[in-house]
């Protein structure tokens, strides 16, 4: 077996690692509180107008959507699963996400693998945290600019701020 083949057997296997440590999320009621938030709003009768105050009543919290727009509307594929389902597909775009975006900046796959364990990504699995979408959109930002495309990692960089605005992020990535 060739080392690159190794060490995408080791990436894998520390994925199914984390996948592993991340299922008992899946049976627990306090699982995915961050996606929670957002998937009761997705499932609520003011689903559509989350930023009403009337959508009081979507989250047992008693919180108003406190993500802008983009970002809501980009989880509102939630509306078709239940929790349960939509909370195992989000821990799955979230490591995907993980060793997908430390392949771009050129990590081994042994050591993106190795990423889904650390304790950033437990807690977004633990938590079903959205930022996944941001650390696509920020690394395709990257990956664009360093390709000598600044009009395609300009848009993508507007749309993660849009999505979620990160200042500090931006900085770094220009």
């Known amino acids: 077996m060739s080392d690159s083949a190794q060490h995408r057997l080791v990436g894998a296997a520390l994925v199914a690692f984390a996948i592993l440590i991340s299922a008992p999320y899946l049976g627990v009621d306090a699982r995915g509180w961050d996606f929670l938030h957002e998937y009761n709003f997705h499932h609520c009768q003011f ?3 989350p930023y009403l105050p009337e959508a009081l009543g979507c989250d047992p919290r008693g919180t108003l959507m406190p993500y ?3 970002q809501y509307w980009l989880l509102s594929w939630t509306r078709l699963l239940p929790f ?3 909370y195992a597909v989000w821990i799955g775009v979230i490591l995907l996400a993980v060793v997908l975006c430390a392949r ?3 990590a081994a796959w042994w050591l993106a693998g190795g990423f889904t364990l650390l304790y ?3 807690l977004a699995i633990a938590s079903g945290n959205n930022d996944a979408i941001i650390l696509i959109l920020w690394t395709a930002a990257w990956w664009c600019l360093r390709r000598g495309s600044i009009t395609w990692s300009g848009v993508l960089a507007g749309t993660a701020a849009f999505c979620k605005l990160y200042p500090s992020i931006a900085v770094a990535v220009a």
Request: proline share 20%.
């Open 68 to 70: 802008p727009p983009l």
């Open 47 to 49: 689903r559509d107008t």
């Open 84 to 86: 349960g389902a939509a």
């Open 104 to 106: 771009v900046f050129g």
């Open 120 to 122: 950033p990504t437990t």
